[in-house]
């Protein structure tokens, strides 16, 4: 679908979760992807799409893939790009996230990216600073740009995720990443199945319109597509699983497991992976079936998207 048969232009001015975006938002997002995919494969990278613009990277929690995709993204569309190192900022010093939120909003940037361990944090500076905000994970709530990338690389070889199984194996219960991912692949027609010990699935998820296995070789049939998702022990108190050896052999996936999959099965991880616990060394490196590193450069180009339609939107005023 080219962007002239778009019946409207992208209509919002942040992204703080998948609910807030519909079909065609989802379709627009990944167009311009696709260009800055394809773009980012050239010796010519490099765009002016966010020159003049200011992106505020506020990562309150540690990151590689996310903090640096999008500080990629924003140097490549020509924006002034300031990651702020949170962990030694007045924040450390007791300063509230009000008063860190009237201090950014002070030095009159554009885009907040924002990370953070509590739920609902990129929202409130959203509506402290009157700036346009982009969730960049917020405690065990969203993580909508890993969502979009995830979905996006799928299409790439698919076409469309629409009416395929796939399948979230792991910590759902921890996972922002895992919530962001049910609430796109719902909106776009996909079967979901979640499999996971009891102890490592949220009480309400009956309610997620999904499908729960407990079983992962029962859960693995017919599947089109495999997310394994890393244990998050940082947001874990007490016990959860009785060891990675035994989480392993009742969850991990291998190339064995797959078999009862689809033929063509393809598996995914939004990292850090953690080897030999959620996913065998040999499949996590098999170039025909992991999609790990395509993730990885889908990122950037998702990010690229997220950031020009939010930055053309600042630009002429509008967008909600």
């Known amino acids: 679908m080219s962007r002239a048969e778009f019946s409207y232009d992208f209509p919002h001015r942040h992204l703080l979760s998948v609910a807030d975006l519909n079909p065609v938002d989802i379709a627009i997002i990944f167009e311009r992807a696709e260009v800055f995919l394809k773009r980012n494969r050239t010796p010519d990278k490099s765009s002016d799409g966010l020159r003049g613009l200011t992106v505020l990277?506020?990562?309150?929690?540690?990151?590689?893939?996310?903090?640096?995709?999008?500080?990629?993204?924003?140097?490549?569309?020509g924006a002034d790009v300031v990651n702020f190192a949170m962990a030694s900022s007045s924040t450390s010093k007791g300063e509230s996230l009000s008063d860190t939120a009237r201090t950014l909003a002070a030095m009159q940037p554009d885009i907040l990216v924002v990370r953070h361990p509590a739920t609902g944090a990129p929202k409130f500076l959203a509506e402290a600073t009157g700036l346009s905000v982009i969730n960049a994970g917020d405690g065990m709530h969203e993580h909508p740009t890993q969502a979009l990338l995830d979905s996006f690389t799928l299409a790439q070889r698919w076409g469309s995720v629409g009416g395929r199984r796939i399948l979230i194996v792991g910590d759902i219960l921890h996972s922002r990443v895992a919530r962001s991912n049910i609430g796109l692949l719902?909106?776009?027609?996909?079967?979901?199945?979640?499999?996971a010990p009891p102890t490592l699935l949220p009480t309400d998820v009956d309610q997620w319109g999904v499908e729960v296995f407990h079983d992962l070789d029962a859960a693995l049939v017919g599947c089109d597509a495999v997310m394994a998702l890393r244990?998050?022990?940082e947001r874990m108190t007490g016990s959860f699983v009785p060891s990675e050896r035994e989480f392993f052999h009742l969850f991990g996936l291998t190339h064995e497991r797959l078999e009862v999959a689809s033929p063509d099965v393809l598996v995914l991880h939004p990292g850090p992976m953690n080897r030999g616990v959620e996913i065998h060394t040999r499949l996590a490196d098999d170039p025909e079936i992991s999609l790990i590193l395509d993730q990885v450069e889908s990122g950037v180009a998702i990010r690229m998207a997220m950031l020009e339609l939010i930055g053309t939107n600042i630009r002429k005023g509008y967008g909600s």
Request: hydrophobic share 40%; with cysteine.
């Open 231 to 233: 244990q998050q022990k």
């Open 186 to 195: 719902n909106i776009l027609g996909a079967e979901i199945r979640l499999c």
């Open 57 to 77: 990277n506020l990562f309150f929690e540690a990151s590689t893939r996310t903090q640096g995709s999008f500080e990629m993204a924003g140097k490549r569309l």
